[in-house]
């Protein structure tokens, strides 16, 4: 049984509110969950970062992925995941666990999958809608301990930032006869549930009010003071992090995985690293002096069917291990996608850990530690090489033929 923090259920199970009462109640329980785990500062930095995205515990093999994750010893070190843990609160409930036994601290933003209300296994206690999921979602982490808000680590300021996807981030051509997001293409037009009264799905609305859930910006910039910043996302903040449509199985996807308000968060803040998640392809690109990394453990049919894509190495991987060749024809670890050992990524490290354990490979120095080295990624290596052409509609050969099939995020 999943225990869920009181406050915000007797502030949630008030009678049924007008609309306009409804948001307003909403948005002060926000702010009531907030000091439950608000943002905090500690004296004591972590040893090492490690990320990851889209953990996706209801298959079994991700499952016994995580459990194994959770009985490593990480005593020293902090674990981001970027989201999509699962739609099911028992499952996300026994992972955020597990994964805080084997952290010294965990930091975690929901995902759209954690918003879904109408998924058949769902064992969600109480929500009457996505919103409100979300806050009973925070004081469960509250409760495990786990951090969803910008917390100072010494000298290391971690920043989840909360954030939906809206239709008008997508501003490249459309290849024709695809259809628009709708209940049919996008599972969470169809999952997700909101109430009376609310901004509709795709709305850039709904996305502001998602974006108005996170800390007000000057505190969070307060904090970022003589720090090192990483901060991350569910969703994608600009579409440059997102192969063009010719190359996308469901083109409408554009349109339903980024936020411009979440894109103006981190231009304030500016942090050294963002994390983000949700397309599930591997990432590392570094776009004007902020480097975007997505490290997504994905379903476990897409790590055996399209490896090459989700993988993420370092340069400095022996040729020896470099005997697996994905669908591009291009060298890639030999690794069991199963076993998916690339992940968790190790993004930063502190100057005495270098100094300790010397690595391998061009760590990046920052004011205090250092970021990893560039880690390959074919889409990701695919754009260092060659601009983005978002106006060829021609469909890439793996298109044709497949193109209304629905996502997979
Ligand atoms: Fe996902
Ligand atoms: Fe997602």
Redesign the pocket.
């Given at each position: 049984m999943v225990v869920i923090g009181t406050r915000s259920l007797v502030i949630l199970r008030a009678a049924r509110p007008s609309p306009f009462r409804q948001r307003t109640l909403i948005h002060s329980s926000a702010a009531a969950c907030s000091c439950l785990n608000t943002c905090a500062i500690s004296e004591q930095g972590p040893r090492r970062v490690l990320a990851v995205?889209?953990l996706?515990v209801d298959h079994p093999e991700n499952f016994k992925w995580t459990n194994k994750l959770a009985a490593t010893d990480h005593r020293h070190d902090v674990l981001i995941v970027a989201?999509?843990i699962s739609h099911n609160q028992e499952k996300l409930s026994q992972t955020l666990q597990g994964l805080t036994k084997a952290f010294w601290k965990v930091f975690f933003v929901v995902?759209n999958?954690e918003l879904w209300t109408r998924a058949k296994d769902d064992s969600m206690v109480g929500a009457e809608h996505s919103p409100q999921k979300m806050q009973l979602i925070h004081s469960l982490c509250a409760d495990l301990g786990v951090l969803t808000k910008p917390t100072r680590l010494g000298p290391v300021l971690i920043c989840p930032l909360i954030s939906w996807h809206h239709q008008s981030f997508d501003r490249e051509p459309d290849i024709p006869g695809v259809p628009r997001p709708s209940p049919l293409f996008v599972s969470d037009y169809r999952a997700c549930t909101w109430p009376e009264g609310f901004p509709g799905i795709g709305t850039e609305e709904l996305a502001q009010w998602f974006d108005a859930q996170n800390e007000p910006a000057e505190q969070i910039l307060d904090m970022s003071h003589d720090a090192d910043v990483i901060s991350f996302s569910h969703f994608l903040p600009l579409q440059a992090l997102l192969p063009e449509k010719r190359n996308l199985f469901y083109s409408g996807l554009a349109k339903a995985v980024g936020s411009d308000f979440l894109a103006r968060r981190i231009a304030e803040l500016q942090p050294s690293i963002h994390l983000f998640?949700?397309t599930?392809f591997g990432w590392d690109a570094t776009l004007d002096g902020i480097r975007y990394i997505q490290a997504?453990l994905?379903t476990p049919r897409e790590r055996l069917g399209r490896l090459g894509s989700i993988i993420l190495h370092h340069a400095d991987i022996p040729p020896s291990r470099m005997t697996r060749t994905d669908g591009a024809g291009h060298a890639i670890p030999d690794t069991d996608p199963l076993a998916a050992d690339w992940l968790p990524v190790t993004i930063w490290r502190s100057k005495q850990d270098m100094s300790s354990y010397p690595p391998g490979g061009d760590w990046q120095a920052l004011k205090h530690g250092c970021m990893c080295p560039p880690l390959h990624a074919r889409w990701s290596d695919y754009f260092q090489t060659e601009p983005r052409r978002p106006d060829d509609l021609t469909l890439a050969p793996w298109v044709k033929g497949v193109r209304r099939q629905p996502p997979a995020?």
């Amino acid at each position: 049984m999943v225990v869920i923090g009181t406050r915000s259920l007797v502030i949630l199970r008030a009678a049924r509110p007008s609309p306009f009462r409804q948001r307003t109640l909403i948005h002060s329980s926000a702010a009531a969950c907030s000091c439950l785990n608000t943002c905090a500062i500690s004296e004591q930095g972590p040893r090492r970062v490690l990320a990851v995205s889209d953990l996706h515990v209801d298959h079994p093999e991700n499952f016994k992925w995580t459990n194994k994750l959770a009985a490593t010893d990480h005593r020293h070190d902090v674990l981001i995941v970027a989201g999509d843990i699962s739609h099911n609160q028992e499952k996300l409930s026994q992972t955020l666990q597990g994964l805080t036994k084997a952290f010294w601290k965990v930091f975690f933003v929901v995902g759209n999958h954690e918003l879904w209300t109408r998924a058949k296994d769902d064992s969600m206690v109480g929500a009457e809608h996505s919103p409100q999921k979300m806050q009973l979602i925070h004081s469960l982490c509250a409760d495990l301990g786990v951090l969803t808000k910008p917390t100072r680590l010494g000298p290391v300021l971690i920043c989840p930032l909360i954030s939906w996807h809206h239709q008008s981030f997508d501003r490249e051509p459309d290849i024709p006869g695809v259809p628009r997001p709708s209940p049919l293409f996008v599972s969470d037009y169809r999952a997700c549930t909101w109430p009376e009264g609310f901004p509709g799905i795709g709305t850039e609305e709904l996305a502001q009010w998602f974006d108005a859930q996170n800390e007000p910006a000057e505190q969070i910039l307060d904090m970022s003071h003589d720090a090192d910043v990483i901060s991350f996302s569910h969703f994608l903040p600009l579409q440059a992090l997102l192969p063009e449509k010719r190359n996308l199985f469901y083109s409408g996807l554009a349109k339903a995985v980024g936020s411009d308000f979440l894109a103006r968060r981190i231009a304030e803040l500016q942090p050294s690293i963002h994390l983000f998640g949700h397309t599930h392809f591997g990432w590392d690109a570094t776009l004007d002096g902020i480097r975007y990394i997505q490290a997504p453990l994905c379903t476990p049919r897409e790590r055996l069917g399209r490896l090459g894509s989700i993988i993420l190495h370092h340069a400095d991987i022996p040729p020896s291990r470099m005997t697996r060749t994905d669908g591009a024809g291009h060298a890639i670890p030999d690794t069991d996608p199963l076993a998916a050992d690339w992940l968790p990524v190790t993004i930063w490290r502190s100057k005495q850990d270098m100094s300790s354990y010397p690595p391998g490979g061009d760590w990046q120095a920052l004011k205090h530690g250092c970021m990893c080295p560039p880690l390959h990624a074919r889409w990701s290596d695919y754009f260092q090489t060659e601009p983005r052409r978002p106006d060829d509609l021609t469909l890439a050969p793996w298109v044709k033929g497949v193109r209304r099939q629905p996502p997979a995020t």
